[in-house]
Nanobody, 124 residues
Framework: QVQLVESGGGLVQAGDSLSVSCTVS????????MGWFRQAPGKEREIAAA????????FYRGAVKDRFTISRDSAKNTLTLQMNGLKSEDTAVYIC?????????????????WGRGIQVTVSS
């Protein structure tokens, strides 16, 4: 059973940087397609970024492209989302997800395991 635990969220000001991490247990990140989703109050969950099992292919939704970077550390078995130039519209619960398929996944239905999420709040 794969378990995902997020850490590193918090409250920052617009323009600041912040990273959120996901510690994976029960499986190695190098065999999992992984992603970061986010859900703002009153809105549907959406993909923010995704990475394939090899760590070569990545996907970013348009609103975060060129500001966010997804990466994984096989030695630590973690997934990280580095967020720069944060905006108030980035405020959301950020949720780590994993899929047993090795390729990129951009849809909720493609993921098998989910973390509980962590709050990121950006004040303007």
């Amino acid at each position: 059973q794969v378990q995902l635990v997020e850490s590193g969220g918090g409250l920052v000001q617009a323009g600041d940087s912040l990273s959120v991490s996901c510690t994976v247990s029960g499986h190695t990140v190098s065999t999992l397609g992984m992603g970061w989703f986010r859900q703002a109050p009153g809105k549907e969950r959406e993909i923010a970024a995704a990475i394939d099992a090899r760590g070569i292919m990545t996907f970013y939704r348009g609103a975060v492209k060129d500001r966010f970077t997804i990466s994984r550390d096989s030695a630590k078995n973690t997934l990280t989302l580095q967020m720069n130039g944060l905006k108030s519209e980035d405020t959301a619960v950020y949720i780590c997800a994993a899929r047993t398929e090795s390729g990129l996944g951009t849809a909720i239905r493609q993921y098998d395991y989910w973390g509980r999420g962590i709050q990121v709040t950006v004040s303007s």
